[in-house]
């Protein structure tokens, strides 16, 4: 009798045990799910990113440029942006983010791996046609992009 005890007490205590693990499990995930504290440590980190347009004319760099060695823009015959081409100067095991920061209708695809260590960002199924339709006429649409390195590359 005196070991149905003791193999119910051990029971009990591993599902208490258990129990306690699963929710400060579930905590841990819900926090790590939650935009704002993703928001939070994105600001502490601060990784480097770099600020361009269309034009290849860089307007902020936060030290990317420091690990890229060029960025080209590429466009179709319709002078329609088509691809990025990032040239890193070593190695990047992740690839930096791209992302329009004028036009919400631009959206890159992964980005592909090309020859030496170039990363090649095509846009996805994109017309153009968003492209400075809200300007007043005779104005030229800003299109700027922004490419935020994800890690830095090793040294």
């Known amino acids: ?16 045990m258990l129990l306690i693990y699963s929710s400060i499990d579930r905590k841990i995930e819900d926090k790590l799910n939650d935009p704002r504290f993703i928001r939070k440590v994105a600001e502490e980190v601060r990784l480097p990113f770099v600020i361009f347009d269309d034009k290849d004319v860089i307007s902020v760099d ?14 179709n015959k319709d002078q329609i942006l088509s691809e990025v081409v990032v040239s890193p100067k070593s190695f990047m095991a992740l690839p930096p983010i791209l992302e329009s920061l004028d036009d919400k209708e631009i959206e890159f695809e992964e980005p592909q791996r090309g020859t ?40």
């Open 62 to 75: 936060t030290g990317a440029m420091k690990y890229i060695d060029k960025i080209e823009i590429n466009k």
């Open 116 to 155: 030496k260590f170039n990363l090649i960002y095509n846009t996805v199924k994109y017309d153009g046609v968003g492209w400075g339709t809200s300007l007043a006429p005779g104005s030229k649409p800003q299109r700027r992009f922004r490419l935020q390195l994800v890690a830095l590359p090793e040294q």
């Open 1 to 16: 009798m005196k070991s149905f005890g003791i193999v119910g007490g051990i029971i009990s205590v591993i599902t208490v």
